[in-house]
């Protein structure tokens, strides 16, 4: 029997995550895992969001990523053609690896973050997740074992494991236990969770392929992500190494239900663009679909689900795994703080009543978007390719169109840094509004519950760093006196830390002498003085009350 502070079932990313910010709590987690160890998923996500490399930042983790990836160098661009080597109608530039940092003028540079997105396929991603975790004390890590079931009662999870190598079972005994265990979640199910929304959006024939005279066959630049739009069949490419290995995306028409009814091969063709003597290797076949489901709960007692164990939708937006690292990053604080000793009984609460509105939401995002690329490739001109100049005037038409409508998607500030907590037991609103967003703008603003906007401190430290992952009070004016804010924390057991911060390097969204910033860096609370009852303030951001 082992025990342990949390049993997370499932080290994806979500999962691993989760552990990695829970161990760096001093929380001790053991995560089960069907896969054996290093074992590298399918070819899924292509784009970890600024917000999610901003927490792993706070992870210690985000250079790591950095330094893996696509080539230095190689364009991570969107590029729409009308073919994969066909004529280009527009492009989305997104700095390279090696510019990220020091490019200017982009849709994406310029955002208000110390990380900018990256783009690195969970094939690379995942390993240096799993080398890091594995390195951290607290976890421990249970590959080939499967978790089979559980049950629960007033003191803990008691769950049931089969360690897949020898066919034994065992028990994880535990206070909490988590599913990041994906799409068809055992946990979810277990804890009588339903999935709610629309099954299919999108039939998706994907295949993994390497093609290494792609590239040269290319007449632009090469890009990360290729949208090829013709009148005979429309898909998406993605770069995955760089040089010759790219996942095909057919996106398959509404009356076309059948995945093995499409010729593959005709597709991956014709998207690319080329004739049937190009030679390319089918690595892997991938169909998926695209579907719009949201648990209708993300908890039942000690038991909460994560992660696609949670939601799962179209990848429009790159928001897939990148929402499920935004749940983790929510729970780790919440249940730390509570088998620390210093959440309340009603913390926990908190991560349904915060996720699951915002998950609901980008979902739906998700899917409009959808609906518009679909609708985008019914209505491909007949004459899109045609060498004259108004084939051309069409082209630059289209393309136009393509860009604004998809730089939504890839360069989406608002789903990074513009959703915010409204109905959360644990942030004291003070009546102004939160400023609406969309899957690309946001405004940063410090209404309670937003994402604490960040900004440089005057001695270059980014603000996040300086805040550290605890709570934190920003005060603007040194003479504003917090002592009793400190002893009443103190008091409580409550981590919180005062910063005190030259308002000049602050941007105009910090309109208050002081803020609270939470550990997972949403803002809790602002005002130019203490509010009178301190107890009942800090009682609040613990989660006191039942
Ligand atoms: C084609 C495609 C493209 C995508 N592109 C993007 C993108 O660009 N951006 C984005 O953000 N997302 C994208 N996604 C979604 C993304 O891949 C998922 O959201 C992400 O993998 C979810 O992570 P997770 O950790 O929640 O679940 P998973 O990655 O599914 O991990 C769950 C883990 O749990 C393990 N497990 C399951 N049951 C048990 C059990 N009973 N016991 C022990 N272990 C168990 C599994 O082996 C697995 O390793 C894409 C998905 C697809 C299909």
Redesign the pocket.
């Known amino acids: 029997m082992i025990e342990t502070d949390v049993l997370i079932?499932?080290?994806?990313?979500?999962?691993?995550t989760l552990a990695m910010d829970l161990a760096l709590r001093g929380i001790a987690v053991t995560v089960?895992?069907?896969?054996a160890a290093r074992e590298v998923?399918?070819?899924?996500?292509?784009?970890?969001?600024a917000r999610?490399m901003e927490i792993f930042r706070r992870l210690g983790l985000a250079h790591k990523l950095r330094q893996a990836g696509l080539p230095p160098d190689y364009p991570h661009d969107a590029s729409f053609r009308t073919t994969v080597i066909g004529t280009e109608m527009s492009r989305i530039p997104i700095p390279c690896r090696r510019d990220r940092f020091t490019a200017t003028g982009g849709p994406d540079t310029g955002w208000p973050t110390p990380e900018p997105p990256h783009r690195i396929n969970?094939l690379y991603l995942e390993p240096i997740l799993f080398d890091h975790a594995a390195a951290m004390d607290n976890i421990r890590l249970l590959n080939r074992?499967?978790?089979?079931g559980f049950a629960q009662d007033d003191t803990c999870v008691q769950a049931t494991?089969r360690d897949l190598a020898t066919g034994q079972t065992f028990k994880i005994v535990s206070p909490y236990l988590v599913g990041?265990?994906?799409?068809?979640?055992?946990?979810r199910k277990a804890i009588g969770a339903k999935f709610v929304g629309d099954a299919v959006v999108q039939r998706?024939q994907?295949t993994y392929i390497r093609a290494p005279q792609l590239l040269e066959q290319m007449t632009g630049e090469p890009a990360w992500a290729i949208v090829s739009l013709n009148p005979r069949r429309s898909g998406t490419l993605y770069a995955i190494d760089g040089r010759e290995r790219w996942?095909v995306?057919n996106y398959l028409q509404e009356h076309e239900t059948d995945f093995a009814a499409i010729d593959r091969d005709w597709a991956i063709r014709t998207i690319l663009g080329v004739a049937d003597d190009f030679a390319y290797e089918v690595l892997n076949v991938?169909d998926?679909i695209g579907r719009r489901l949201v648990a209708d709960r993300f908890r039942n007692g000690r038991v909460f689900i994560?992660?696609?164990?949670a939601h799962?939708w179209v990848?429009y937006?790159?928001?897939?795994?990148?929402?499920?690292i935004a749940d983790a990053a929510n729970l780790a604080w919440l249940l730390a703080a509570r088998l620390n000793g210093w959440g309340g009984p009603a913390i926990l609460a908190a991560y349904e009543q915060e996720r699951l509105p915002i998950t609901e939401q980008v979902s739906h995002f998700a899917m409009n978007y959808a609906h518009h690329m679909i609708k985008n490739r019914r209505i491909v001109p007949a004459n899109i390719e045609e060498d004259s100049q108004a084939g051309a005037a069409l082209r630059a038409e289209f393309g136009q169109e393509l860009y604004e409508l998809n730089v939504q998607q890839y360069c989406c500030g608002g789903l990074n840094f513009g959703y915010y907590y409204d109905q959360s037991p644990l942030i004291l609103y003070d009546g102004q509004p939160h400023p609406a967003y969309t899957m690309a703008d946001f405004t940063p603003a410090t209404v309670p519950g937003c994402r604490t906007p960040h900004f440089w401190l005057t001695d270059g430290r980014s603000l996040y760093d300086a805040m550290g992952p605890d709570y934190a009070l920003l005060r603007f004016d040194p003479t504003v006196a917090v002592d009793k804010l400190l002893a009443a924390a103190e008091q409580r057991r409550m981590p919180l830390k005062v910063l005190d911060i030259n308002p000049a390097a602050a941007p105009p969204a910090y309109t208050t002498k002081l803020l609270l910033s939470r550990p997972d860096q949403h803002i809790a609370w602002r005002g130019n003085d203490l509010p009178p009852n301190i107890k009942t303030l800090v009682d609040q951001l613990r989660g006191e009350a039942e």
């Open positions: 079932v499932g080290a994806g990313p979500v999962g691993l089960a895992e069907t896969r998923p399918t070819v899924r996500c292509n784009h970890v969001a999610s969970q074992t499967q978790v089979i494991a990041c265990d994906g799409g068809r979640s055992m946990v998706v994907s996942i995306h991938e998926w994560c992660g696609d164990a799962i990848p937006g790159g928001y897939g795994m990148n929402a499920g």
